[in-house]
């Protein structure tokens, strides 16, 4: 059960404008926390897959020394750019459209990949993290907060119940779990941690040396 580019696009485009609003509403329900816990761990040249409408970006500190933020759709990253100007970031912050399932850029050139609640909508999330681990440097790390299937059975259960209707109505797969992808792409996975109801991830995956 797969999406497709064309059916992602329509969707976050038809979003765009209010997504700010319904993310922050889940998360604060669900996953509490996780951006700042992301973007703290980011070091050195980043890039951001699915940069949406660069919620993360006013959020990175001094370690990280640039940021590029690509997005398949139109719409979303125009409101990002218009964040960059407001928090002036534009001097470390670059956007792109690009395809996170087929980058165009150089291998090796990432410290840290880091992605916040975006494998769920990528129509081929093991061809993204292959990508990751090719731009990362060997040691690089991806930083990740992601949705999946939770530790609870009866949740995990309803999630899968409901899984096809969701994909159809807004892109979203539900019960993707991380970690097998990462593994793979060739990740070494050095930290996982579960959040409420346990359908929350935090990972920390290096490329190895």
Known sequence: MRTSNERVLRVFDAVADRYDRQMATCERLLFPGS????????????????????LNLPLYGDDVVSVI???????????????????????????????????????GCADTVVSTFTLCSIPNEEAALREAFRILRPGGRMVMAEHGPSSNLFIRT????????????????LTRDPRGPLRRAGFRIEHVARGRMGVSFRIVAVRPE
């Open 35 to 54: 951006r700042t816990w992301v973007t703290g761990r980011a070091s050195g040249r980043v890039v951001e897959i699915a940069v949406g409408t660069g």
């Open 158 to 173: 309803m999630m899968h119940l409901i899984e096809p209707l969701i994909v159809r109505l807004s892109a979203d797969h």
């Open 69 to 107: 933020g690509i997005d398949l759709s139109e719409r979303m990253p125009a409101l990002a750019r218009e964040r960059v100007e407001d928090q002036k970031l534009a001097g470390r912050v670059e956007l792109r459209r690009d395809d996170a399932q087929c980058l165009d850029l150089p291998d």
